[in-house]
């Protein structure tokens, strides 16, 4: 009688979640599963075959971000993971139990990397996704669904979820958990923590960031391939409308060429935005708001010319933190020319600071890296901001949903 009076009260704290991926009878059964050790072969073929669906979608092959999804998904990949994160210490690890991921609204492709870390990592997950339709959410979420049907000993683990913003659901699937995740930023982070979780419950938040890049001028002359420069770029970009916390805001232009350099870069840049990218009105009217609102709040700023609003760049002459309460999105920059690299140590010496894409010499970047920063967590190539790895924001993900047992014996 017990036990179908708390299966009543589960059911009705969930009777408003839709789900894309799971079932009610998936969430009543959560406090039962048994977690796996991280990187199971039962996973780690569940993933494989989820990528060799997403690979051959053509509608997959349309978004370069479900495309490289099902690349790092391979097989291949995951064993190279599993031997990068390999346990050599003799005790036993493994998954937490359940892990709730409560996922960004407006990048489409991150929950999945979040989910498919509680996988990796022997966890059964609640995962929140984005409210938002993006096709790249249908896309993926039918694969897995595809996946689980060849592959059904893998359905107790996935539960993927829609809902408001009500807190009783939020209070309910808090108290399952092991582990929250929490992606939305910093307003998100607030509103969940109302939600308690259990004592020995952990909890891994991702707040507000912010990311630069930084391009060689001369490296950038040299490149023979301009147009797929131009690509990764748009990738780091546009291709979350700029919403990433690893989306670049500032471009730092360092080297002897800086001038020659923007004029063709921002050039082949212009083409590819006016080719590829969905551009709305509202965009232009906001990001032009946002550097009429830069000039009249900051001394020497340089609004660059052009011929419509696909790409708004704002010349600064001094680059701080405080620089980031005026940022914009969907192709919003602002840039610098920087003749040495500590120029831009206030900038990142902030733990807001997370991601800078560079073209360059390694050497050139290692002075302001020893510097003593208190942000800055990678230092990628451009085109590989958005690239995912279980060590992000400075957090050991296979550390953080795992637990050890001792063995001392």
Known sequence: MQQHSIDLEMREAVKNVKFSVGDIDAILGLPNISAMVPFDDLAVEFLNSLSRILLSSNEAKAYPDVFTLGFWIRKASVLALKERFNNVSGDIKVGKGVVFHIAPSNVPVNYAYSLISGILTGNANIVRIPSKEFPQVTIINRAIN???????????????????????????????????????????????????????????????????????????????????????????????????????????????????????????????????????????????????????????????????????????????SELMELKDNSGYFFEYDCENILEIRDFCNNTRCQTIGYLGAKEDIIPLLESGIKGVDRVVSVGKTMDFDFIWDGYNLVERLTRTIKINI
């Open 146 to 320: 595809e996946a689980l049907n060849k592959y059904p000993e893998m359905k107790p683990y996935i539960c993927l979820v829609r809902y408001g913003r009500e807190r009783k659901v939020n209070d309910f699937f808090s108290r399952l958990a092991d582990v929250r995740i929490i992606w939305g930023g910093d307003n998100t982070i607030t509103e969940l923590r109302k939600s308690l979780l259990n004592p020995r419950a952990g909890e891994v938040t991702f707040a507000d960031r912010y990311s630069l890049a930084v391009i060689n001028s001369d490296r950038y002359l040299e490149l023979e391939n301009k147009e797929r420069f131009a690509e990764a770029f748009y990738n780091d970009t546009y291709l979350s409308d700029q919403n990433a916390c690893t989306s670049p805001r500032l471009i730092v232009w360092i080297g002897s060429e800086k001038e020659k350099a923007k004029n063709i870069f921002w050039k082949y840049e212009h083409d590819l935005v006016k080719k590829k990218y969905t551009f709305q009105p509202i965009m232009g009217i906001n990001k032009l708001t946002s550097s009429y609102l830069a000039a009249s709040t900051r001394n020497n700023i340089k609004i660059e010319d052009r011929k419509d609003n696909y790409i708004v760049r704002v010349n600064v002459s001094e680059v701080t």
